[in-house]
């Protein structure tokens, strides 16, 4: 079982810039495709940015180039730099940690992109 937990959401203005981030409760990353995930009011659970087993990232098309998607080991710890946030980056973020046989969820945190 792996415990995950994000932090970091709030209230920012549009252009402004969060880092989220997602700590496990133990060394995790060699075993899981890490990913972050958010849902906005009414809609659908997209896919914004995942790290592969073998490190490789890849992202929405809606976010590249201005959120990245990184991991720290030696904290167990993984983030998401949002810059440039705009209204439509509104949402719930979550954090998910998925293998063949495992697929864990954080309880999420919310991004409000506002002025």
């Known amino acids: 079982q792996v415990q995950i937990v994000e932090s970091g959401g709030g209230l920012v203005q549009p252009g402004g810039s969060l880092r989220l981030s997602c700590e496990a409760s133990?060394?995790?990353?060699?075993?899981?495709?890490t990913a972050w995930y958010r849902q906005a009011p009414g809609k659908q659970r997209e896919l914004v940015a995942r790290i592969s087993l073998s490190g490789s990232t890849d992202y929405a098309n809606s976010v590249k180039g201005r959120f990245t998607i990184s991991r720290d080991n030696a904290k167990n710890t993984m983030y998401l730099q949002m810059n440039s946030l705009k209204p439509e980056d509104t949402a719930v973020y979550y954090c998910?940690?998925?293998?063949?046989?495992?697929?864990?969820w954080g309880q999420g945190t919310q991004v409000t992109v506002s002025s």
């Open positions: 998910n940690f998925w293998s063949f046989s495992n697929d864990y």
């Open positions: 133990r060394s995790s990353f060699n075993r899981y495709v």
